[in-house]
C-alpha cells in the first residue's frame, strides 16, 4: 500500500520528559539536577515530524490550549504562515519566553513533517549552504571536580573537536585553578571559551576579560552579564582583552531582541537557540538581521534540533555540543548525529530531521 502524500497537519501529539543529570551542574547563576524536554510531534497523512524545546512541561500545556488548534488543519508546505498564526495566538498571553519557547516546538515539527512529506532532508528544505556544522564542546560545569573539567574537555579535543568551553563566574576564586586544568587537558592550540551566563557586574566583567585572554588564552567571553544589559556587554567588548570576542543571545526570542543587541554593538557574535527564537522560521529571520549587519551566529544547544537549521545560515560560525542534551537526546532519540573532525553533517539521504522517538525508552522519564 502507497503511503499517503499529506496536504494538511491532521494532529498534533505533546509530551515532556524530566531526565535526571548525570551528576549535579551548575553554571555561574544556576544550579540543576534534572532538564525537561517539550517533544512535539505533527502528523501528516503517512508522516509524523518531530521537533521539540528545552523548557518546562508548561510549554506542552500552552502548546495545547493555544497553539494546537492554530496548527491542525494547516497546510504542510506553508509553515511561515502558520508560524504568524500560531505568533498572533500568543498575543495575549505573552510571546517572549514561554511563548516562543511554545512556537519552537511546535514549527520546528511542522518544518520536519514538510520536509518529510517531501522525502527529502530538512536541511535541504531549508536551503543549506553548508555540508557541515562546526561544534565547541561544552560543559565544564562549576559544580565538577578538577578532574572531571580535564577529562570531559580533554576528551573532546581527542574526538577532534578543537574548541571547547569552560562554566565561570560562581566562585571566581576557584577559577584560576579550574582554568589552568582546563587548559592543561586541551593543550595550547585548542580554542578555550568561558561562560559565565551573567554573573559578574560590569567592572568584575571588565576584570576578568582581561585575566582569561592574558592568562589562559581564551578566546570567547560568553554572557559576561547579563544578557539583558546591552550597554554592559558593548563597554565589557569595548574594554576586553587582546583576542577574546564577546557573544550573547542564546535567551533571545522575538526579533526584536535580536536586533536591539545587533544594532547596539553588544556582541562580536551573536548566539540563538532554535528552541527558543520561534524554531526554524525563527532562526531564519535572526539569520537575517545577523547577515545584513556582518555578525557571525553560533547555535546555542539543542544540537540535533539545531543542526540542519543552522546549515542554512549563511553566516555560520558553530553549534554548541553541550552535555546535557547530547546526552538525553541519544537516550531519547534514535538517528542522531555524531561530530566527525569537529563538526556535524545533516544525513540528507534520510527525510526530514532523521530522528525517530524512542517511545518505550521515554516513556520512563514521562513528565
Not at 543542526?307 to 555560520?316: E, F, K, Y
Request: with cysteine; net charge negative.
Amino acid at each position: 500500500m502507497s503511503a499517503t502524500v499529506a496536504t494538511t497537519v491532521d494532529a498534533l501529539t505533546v509530551s515532556a520528559y524530566t531526565v535526571p543529570t548525570d551528576e549535579p551542574e551548575s553554571d555561574g547563576t544556576l544550579e540543576w539536577d534534572s532538564t525537561t524536554i517539550v517533544v512535539v510531534e505533527a502528523q501528516g497523512g503517512d508522516q509524523v515530524g518531530l521537533g521539540y524545546t528545552y523548557c518546562d512541561a508548561a510549554a506542552g500545556a500552552l502548546i495545547e490550549s493555544k497553539l494546537l488548534q492554530v496548527a491542525r488543519g494547516s497546510d504542510v508546505a506553508a509553515v511561515p504562515e502558520t508560524w504568524e498564526a500560531m505568533s498572533r495566538a500568543l498575543r495575549n498571553v505573552g510571546r517572549p519566553g514561554l511563548g516562543f519557547m511554545a512556537l519552537s516546538a511546535v514549527d520546528t515539527a511542522l518544518w520536519d513533517l514538510h520536509a518529510r512529506c517531501r522525502g527529502v532532508s530538512l536541511a535541504a528544505t531549508l536551503g543549506a549552504v553548508h555540508e557541515t556544522v562546526p561544534v565547541y564542546g561544552s560543559g565544564g560545569f562549576t559544580s565538577y571536580s578538577l578532574e572531571r573539567i580535564a577529562g570531559q574537555l580533554g576528551g573532546w579535543v581527542a574526538e577532534g573537536i578543537p574548541r571547547v568551553k569552560l562554566k565561570v563566574g560562581r566562585k571566581p576564586d576557584e577559577d584560576p585553578a579550574r582554568l589552568d586544568a582546563a587548559r592543561g587537558a586541551i593543550g595550547e592550540d585548542t580554542q578555550l571559551f568561558v561562560d559565565a551566563n551573567g554573573a559578574y557586574d560590569r567592572a568584575q566583567a571588565i576584570e576578568w576579560a582581561n585575566r582569561y585572554a592574558d592568562g589562559w588564552g581564551a578566546s570567547w567571553f560568553e554572557e559576561p552579564v547579563s544578557s539583558e544589559d546591552l550597554d554592559g556587554l558593548r563597554m565589557v567588548r569595548d574594554a576586553r582583552g587582546a583576542g577574546l570576542e564577546i557573544a550573547a543571545g542564546e535567551y533571545g526570542d522575538t526579533p526584536t531582541y535580536f536586533e536591539r543587541m545587533l544594532r547596539g554593538g553588544s556582541v562580536d557574535c551573536l548566539q540563538v537557540d532554535v528552541t527558543r527564537c520561534g524554531g526554524y522560521t525563527g532562526l531564519l529571520q535572526v539569520a537575517a538581521l545577523a547577515e545584513a549587519a556582518h555578525v557571525d551566529l553560533s547555535g546555542h544547544c539543542a544540537p540535533q534540533v539545531s543542526a540542519h537549521g543552522l546549515a542554512a545560515v549563511r553566516r555560520l560560525r558553530h553549534l554548541e555540543w553541550f552535555h546535557d542534551h547530547v546526552r538525553i537526546e541519544a537516550m531519547l532519540f534514535d538517528g542522531v548525529l555524531e561530530p566527525h573532525a569537529g563538526a556535524l553533517r545533516p544525513d540528507r539521504s534520510r527525510p526530514g530531521n532523521g530522528l525517530e522517538l524512542k517511545r518505550r525508552e521515554a516513556e520512563r522519564w514521562a513528565a
